[in-house]
């Protein structure tokens, strides 16, 4: 069978790409989900781990750990959700290794249901700060915390996939998110009292 024109694949969505890849093992189809999806999955790793350099390193080997379990994933279609789990997780484990990476303890659950109620204070705070403004804000958040709320509003990731790529309860995935917003409207409200 003559192999398919480079040109022709590029117009695929991941997911036909995926099939054919596994039905044909044609290479060029690794190198066109790295140039659609390589860029973004760069930016993500940088903005989590703040050093260019480990950045394109994560990078490199997010795509190798999705290239070598691309047979298992369910859905192929879903691949840009499954490989941002991946580099989710890598980063995770990096800042794990560097132990900057602070985890909470079990007992941060506790109490979730009660916080959770004043969930709404926080939100309208939220939603009055500009793009700029959270830029800078989220920088100022602990790794945990920025990652957390990249992951549920950049990436529109579910709870249930926090909790599947973190690795920890879904009232955990449910605290962490409350505790995230609640130092971000925090920063904000002192930002504005400075401002003044």
């Known amino acids: 069978m003559q192999k398919m024109a480079f040109s022709e694949l590029q117009h695929w ?8 890849f596994l039905e044909k093992n ?16 760069f930016h993500k790793c940088i903005g989590i781990v703040k050093n260019e350099e480990v950045a394109k390193d994560l990078t490199h080997d997010i795509f190798l750990k999705a290239y070598l379990k691309i047979n ?7 691949f840009r959700g499954w490989v941002s789990s991946i580099a989710y997780n890598m980063c995770i484990n990096h800042l794990n290794l560097r132990k900057d990476f602070q985890t909470e303890s079990v007992e941060e659950h506790r109490g979730l249901s009660n916080e959770l109620d004043n969930e709404d204070k926080e939100d309208k ?31 529109e990731m579910s709870i249930l996939e926090i909790k599947d790529a973190l690795n920890i309860g ?14 971000l409207a925090k920063l904000f409200e002192n930002s504005k009292t400075n401002a003044i």
């Open 13 to 20: 969505s991941d997911g036909k790409l995926i099939n054919f």
């Open 26 to 41: 044609d290479k060029q189809i690794l190198s066109i989900l790295y140039q659609r999806h390589g860029k973004w999955i």
């Open 125 to 155: 705070i939220l939603l009055e700060i500009t793009l700029e403004q959270l830029q800078v804000l989220l920088q100022k958040l602990s790794d945990s915390d920025r990652m957390v709320l990249m992951m549920r509003y950049q990436d």
């Open 72 to 78: 298992t994933l369910k859905d192929p279609e879903r």
């Open 170 to 183: 879904e009232s955990a995935v449910k605290m962490r998110l409350k505790r995230a917003k609640e130092k």
